[in-house]
């Protein structure tokens, strides 16, 4: 699987992006998906999972209720809705892949789950 981000940039505190995640193959549907960002000097953290089928998702706490990750199986996409962005927000965007067996389970917060990696995509959130 090869997976490819894009949507970043630099937006005004409060304000909104999107980030979508195009992967290649017929296998997508197999694999559960991840956020993941990375600031200067920090490690790479878990924002948001989705399972497989798409119906169950969580979030890391610091934008749980501010992002919402979702995905279009037909179109191998997954997405990261972001609103209300902050300052803090500003970090490079990885997705990333981790093959599941079963469709309702969801993603590890780990980055060392994960079997595939996009590019990264970054977002910049100015005060």
């Known amino acids: 699987v090869q997976l490819q981000a894009s949507g970043g940039g630099t937006v005004q505190a409060g304000g909104s992006l999107r980030l979508s995640c195009a992967a290649s193959?017929?296998?997508?549907?197999?694999?559960?998906m991840g956020w993941f960002r990375q600031a200067p000097g920090k490690e790479r953290d878990f924002v948001a999972g989705?399972?497989?089928?798409?119906?169950?998702?969580y979030y890391a706490d610091s934008v749980k209720g501010r992002f919402t990750i979702s995905r279009d199986n037909a179109k191998n996409t997954v997405y990261l809705q972001m609103n209300s962005l902050k300052p803090e927000d500003t970090a490079v965007y990885y997705c990333?892949?981790?093959?599941?067996?079963?469709?309702?389970?969801?993603?590890?917060?780990?980055?060392?789950?994960?079997?595939?990696w996009g590019q990264g995509t970054q977002v910049t959130v100015s005060s």
């Open positions: 990333a892949a981790e093959f599941r067996r079963l469709p309702g389970v969801l993603p590890g917060r780990g980055h060392y789950e994960y079997d595939y």
């Open positions: 989705i399972s497989r089928s798409g119906g169950n998702t």
């Open positions: 193959g017929r296998t997508f549907r197999t694999y559960a």
